[in-house]
């Protein structure tokens, strides 16, 4: 995959309306990824805003993220340690324990890390648990999910993702910097 462009947008469709926009910074051999997000659901309205350091494996090294909606104002910051372990807002956070990747439901931008970290070749299949953070109340839980190298669509990489727990199944389409095009029913790559 090629260097990474300094900036994406992405347009919410299907399960909600909004956008996302993301900025990309790298420093001394680490990733950042700043990014806001905006969304109308169900007729609530809410915005996060969320930066990821990375290491240069893609693999997440911390987030902080910050949501408001009619509820208020919330705020958690995930860490992964070199052992792997996390901590969410300094509390040991067990259940996390095999994730690498941080997933946030109100982001399209964040289905890069698995993609990039993982480097499947076509046919190639990997477990990616992920630390999932629902938005906006920012609630931190563990998901399962799974991603399928499918044959690519001339420039484009494709994906089969699946996610058990939301019984959810798609086939996602990446660019040549291996950021999501196309996620049916959650976003489209506008910028």
Do not use: K
């Amino acid at each position: 995959m090629s260097d990474l462009p300094s900036m994406a947008a992405w347009r919410h469709r299907g399960a909600r309306v909004g956008f996302e926009v993301l900025f990309v910074r790298r420093d001394d051999g680490c990733i950042r990824l700043e990014g806001y997000s905006t969304g109308v659901e169900e007729g609530e309205a809410w915005g996060i805003r969320y930066a990821l350091d990375l290491d240069e494996r893609w693999a997440t090294r911390s987030a902080q993220v910050v949501g408001h909606s009619a509820a208020g104002r919330h705020e958690v910051r995930l860490e992964r340690d070199d052992s792997g372990v996390w901590r969410v807002d300094g509390r040991a956070a067990s259940q996390l324990g095999g994730c690498v990747d941080v997933d946030l439901e109100a982001s399209a931008g964040t289905n890069a890390l698995p993609i990039h970290r993982l480097g499947l070749s076509v046919g190639g299949r990997a477990d990616a648990p992920a630390a999932y953070v629902r938005g906006p109340a920012l609630r931190v839980e563990r998901l399962e999910q799974t991603y399928e190298r499918l044959p690519d669509d001339g420039e484009r990489a494709r994906y089969e993702y699946v996610a058990p727990a939301f019984d959810f199944r798609a086939v996602l389409t990446y660019d040549r910097f291996g950021l999501v095009l196309d996620y049916p029913g959650i976003a489209i790559r506008v910028a």
